[in-house]
């Protein structure tokens, strides 16, 4: 039992480091002239995940319904806070720090995936079990990618952006640590189904300052145009 213990934990580790060096691989592939490229590509898988790996993990707990209500209402808050020129949309004038959302949706999200890896090893089929293993590893890598080039054209310095990096993947072994104590709690769908509603957003506006790079959209009484510069650099 202790070798199997020591071998689960070995796993969440990897799965951190992995998600950590594929967020670095993301942020050095994303300088430059890169940028405009990737960064679009890198929204596009944000939002893949979002779809086909947070949203429908989360109807699996808490219902369908209940799942698209939450991922809506954090798609919603992020939409009302760009809309009051807070620093959350990647594409927007005004939002050149919006790592925040980003680094705390990645943050839940990363916790869940470290608590879920843990959790599987109650599942009564071997089979089962390293399936869902194997796609918890997997999908980090898009993510780890995504992750890191959106923080590159956020956070502006390459070292400042490997540190949120880290600090939205390191939550893997706090939720692998809690995983040792039981399965998963029903509650922890809510924040996660929020978590990929922030991903929905945040992946869409990325791709969306690179099919219009010339929107304009309005926040209150002011007027704000979509700045493009970092990815034409």
């Not at 109807?59 to 807070?86: C, F, K, M, N, S």
Request: aromatic residues 6%; neutral net charge.
């Amino acid at each position: 039992m202790a070798d199997a213990g020591n071998y689960e934990i070995l796993r969440v580790v990897l799965a951190t480091i992995l998600a950590i060096s594929c967020a670095i691989a993301g942020i050095l592939a994303a300088g430059g002239r890169r940028a405009r490229v990737l960064v679009p590509i890198s929204g596009g898988l944000l939002a893949a995940v979002a779809l086909f790996a947070l949203i429908p993990e989360t109807a699996g707990q808490i219902g369908w319904p209940v799942a698209l209500t939450a991922a809506a209402g954090g798609y919603l808050i992020l939409e009302v806070l760009d809309r009051l020129g807070l620093p959350v949309c990647p594409s927007c004038s005004h939002s050149h720090g919006f790592s925040g959302p980003l680094v705390a949706a990645t943050a839940i999200h990363a916790f869940v995936d470290g608590w879920g890896m843990m959790a599987v090893r109650d599942s009564q089929t071997t089979h089962v079990s390293g399936a869902i293993l194997g796609v918890l590893l997997l999908h980090k890598i898009p993510e780890g990618l995504a992750l890191g080039a959106i923080l590159r054209m956020s956070a502006g310095r390459p070292g400042r952006a490997a540190g949120l990096a880290v600090l939205a993947e390191v939550p893997t072994l706090a939720g692998g640590a809690v995983g040792q104590w039981g399965a998963q709690a029903v509650w922890i769908g809510y924040p996660l189904a929020l978590a990929g509603g922030a991903y929905l957003f945040l992946g869409l506006h990325a791709v969306k300052a690179w099919l219009f790079p010339a929107h304009q959209h309005s926040h209150g009484d002011h007027s704000h145009s979509h700045s493009h510069e970092k990815l034409s650099q």
